[in-house]
Nanobody, 124 residues
């Protein structure tokens, strides 16, 4: 019913940038916090960033702080992840998720819906 579709992934060299987008349909987008998670091969899924329903509050994992920026356009029902100064360790499948609540959260269990993921590959 609720659909999330990620886009913008690709292959870049270290130091480059990518901008991911997540389009949401089938729900009231502006009322809920959104998050980005990522999963590398053989690794557990990890939290990347989250943004409140209003867009007024954000939070980042230490590994991406200062390099990534999360934002949202509620009129377009879309959340973005601007990724700068990319490193090889950023290589992963990136997943967009919609939370049950309006407040930011880094806890995966508080996210009700998930996208299919988009691949980000950063070469040395």
């Amino acid at each position: 019913q609720v659909q999330l579709v990620e886009s913008g992934g690709g292959k870049v060299q270290a130091g480059g940038s990518l901008r991911l987008a997540c389009a949401v349909s089938g729900r009231t987008f502006s009322a809920n916090a959104m998050g980005w998670f990522r999963q590398a091969p053989g690794k557990e899924r990890e939290f990347v960033s989250t943004i409140s329903g209003s867009g007024g509050n954000t939070y980042y994992a230490d590994s991406v702080k200062g390099r990534f920026t999360i934002s949202r356009d509620n009129a377009m029902n879309t959340v973005f992840l601007q990724m700068n100064s990319l490193k090889p360790e950023d290589t992963a499948v990136y997943y967009c998720a919609a939370a049950h609540r309006a407040t930011i959260t880094a806890l995966a269990y508080q996210y009700a819906s998930w996208g299919q993921g988009t691949q980000v590959t950063v070469s040395p």
